[in-house]
């Protein structure tokens, strides 16, 4: 069995900063890519960022500029560098890893990110 942990959500003002992390363990052979998906009220689920373990990474064009996503291979660690967040920003965050050994992804249980005054 293979589980994700990710934390760092919270409150935080315009124009501040977060830094999410999610942390893979259990049964796992090899990552191929990790990301984060995030879902608000109202709106589409939207993937925000991700990240292969060549290094490759996508960004959804609203946080271009903004978020950071890096990865540590040996820990099996995803980190998202949030900064100048935005009310818009407000979402339920979820990680994803998928592995080499199988065919969906594994998911964390998310982590809520609220941008307010």
């Known amino acids: 069995q293979v589980q994700l942990v990710e934390s760092g959500g919270g409150l935080v003002q315009p124009g501040g900063s977060l830094r999410l992390s999610c942390a893979a363990s259990?049964?796992?052979?090899?990552?191929?890519?990790m990301g984060w998906y995030r879902q608000a009220p109202g709106k589409q689920r939207e993937l925000v960022a991700r990240?292969?373990?060549?290094?490759?990474?996508n960004y959804a064009d609203s946080v271009k500029g903004r978020f950071t996503i890096s990865r540590n291979n040996a820990e099996n660690t995803a980190y998202l560098q949030m900064n100048s967040l935005r009310p818009e920003d407000t979402a339920a965050y979820y990680c994803?890893?998928?592995?080499?050994?199988?065919?969906?992804?594994?998911w964390g249980q998310g982590t809520q990110v609220t941008v307010s005054s």
């Open positions: 994803y890893a998928q592995l080499i050994s199988r065919a969906t992804p594994t």
């Open positions: 259990g049964s796992i052979s090899s990552i191929v890519r």
């Open positions: 990240i292969t373990s060549g290094g490759t990474t």
